[in-house]
Nanobody, 126 residues
Framework: VQLQASGGGTVQAGDSLSLSCAAS????????MGWFRQAPGNEREFVAA????????HYADSAKGRFTISRDSAKSTLYLQMNGLKPEDTALYYC????????????????????WGRGTQVTVSS
C-alpha cells in the first residue's frame, strides 16, 4: 500500500484543517488505518485509528472531541478532520496502514503499522 498525506498548512489557534491520505497499490480495504504525528524533538505519537470496516474508531486523549477520523473505501482515502486546533497540535502528520488485514484490534503503536505516507505539516500559531 502506498500512502500520500495532504491537506496540511499553517492556521491560527481555533481554526480547522482537514487532512487526506490517498492510498494506492494494494487494496485499501481490509486495513485498519491510523494517523500519527511527530513534533520536532518529540517522539512520534498516535492520534487516531479507524477499523477497516469503518465502524470503529479510537483517539488519543489529545484528539478526543476535536478530531474525527473517517475513511472512504470507494475512494481509497483516509481523512482526519481537525477542529479547534491548538499550537501543541503543530507537527508532521502521517497516515499509516496496519500490517495485518481484517484486524479487530485498533493499534496505537507505530510499530504495528507497516505502511506509511510521507507526512503533511500542520502548524498552528497562537
Amino acid at each position: 500500500v502506498q500512502l500520500q498525506a495532504s491537506g496540511g498548512g499553517t492556521v491560527q489557534a481555533g481554526d480547522s484543517l482537514s487532512l487526506s491520505c490517498a492510498a494506492s497499490g494494494r487494496t485499501f480495504s481490509g486495513y485498519n488505518m491510523g494517523w500519527f504525528r511527530q513534533a520536532p524533538g518529540n517522539e512520534r505519537e498516535f492520534v487516531a485509528a479507524i477499523k477497516w470496516s469503518g465502524d470503529s474508531t479510537h483517539y488519543a486523549d489529545s484528539a478526543k472531541g476535536r478530531f474525527t477520523i473517517s475513511r472512504d473505501s470507494a475512494k481509497s482515502t483516509l481523512y482526519l478532520q481537525m477542529n479547534g486546533l491548538k499550537p501543541e497540535d503543530t507537527a508532521l502528520y502521517y497516515c499509516a496502514a496496519d500490517r495485518l488485514r481484517y484486524s479487530y484490534v485498533l493499534r496505537t503503536t507505530g510499530v504495528s503499522y507497516d505502511y506509511w505516507g510521507r507526512g503533511t505539516q500542520v502548524t498552528v500559531s497562537s
